[in-house]
């Protein structure tokens, strides 16, 4: 039986950083997680052959050749349509923990938030401190979500979170203006003025 999952291309890639710059084999397994690649063994990985992926893994492939060392990117298709998707199930677990990490964390960042606003402490320095902590978060989700090529489950979690981290944010901001900002007084209009300027004349 075909479906769309056993005509899917992917990219083993085999790197060896043996006899090159000790920093050149950092990178290659800096990029390499940073793609999600499934490794096989230590030096053999695969990953899903999407353009990007294809492209950046070609770059990655010749910076290792220029500097010393080698290195393979083999396109291939699965033959067993269940072992291809026993894969697809092992990317999306390692995407899964990946967003699992950020939930435990955002609470945290909504703690705080809580916390200063009931000790009165709503403010502008800390509004700009929390915005910088919620971009980290969103940089962080941009960065799991840009690897999760297929659609881990705990992605939708993940991404209803940071959106519920930001409705705070936004709360607590509020809470800061009314702290901080100061009081307008009403504007009055036209016909109000010149009936107060009678009654004082």
């Given at each position: 039986m075909t479906s769309e999952a056993d005509s899917r291309s992917w990219l083993m890639v085999s790197v060896s950083t043996a006899g090159?710059?000790?920093?050149?084999?950092?990178?290659?397994?800096?990029?390499?997680?940073?793609?999600?690649?499934?490794?096989?063994?230590?030096?053999?990985?695969?990953l899903p052959a999407e353009p990007e992926?294809?492209?950046?893994?070609?770059r990655l492939a010749?910076?290792?050749?220029?500097?010393?060392?080698s290195a393979r990117v083999l396109t291939m298709r699965f033959a067993?349509?269940?072992?291809?998707?026993?894969?697809?199930?092992e990317f999306n677990a390692a995407r899964d923990d990946e967003y699992a990490e950020m939930l435990e964390r955002l609470p945290e960042f909504r703690q705080e938030l809580e916390s200063e606003r009931a000790r009165g402490r709503a403010t502008y320095a800390e509004v700009e401190e929390s915005?910088?902590?919620?971009?980290?978060y969103r940089s962080w989700l941009a960065k799991i979500a840009a690897r999760d090529y297929f659609d881990a489950p705990g992605g939708q979690a993940?991404?209803?979170?940071?959106?519920?981290?930001?409705?705070?944010?936004?709360?607590f901001e509020q809470a800061a203006l009314s702290r901080e900002a100061p009081v307008e007084p009403p504007v009055e209009d036209a016909p109000q003025?010149?009936?107060r300027a009678v009654e004082d004349s």
């Open positions: 090159a710059a000790g920093t050149l084999r950092v990178t290659v397994w800096r990029k390499l997680r940073s793609l999600g690649a499934l490794y096989l063994q230590q030096s053999v990985c695969l992926v294809v492209r950046q893994v070609r010749d910076k290792v050749r220029r500097q010393g060392g067993d349509g269940d072992e291809e998707r026993s894969v697809v199930a915005e910088s902590d919620l971009e980290r993940a991404r209803e979170a940071v959106e519920q981290a930001a409705r705070d944010l936004a709360d003025r010149r009936l």
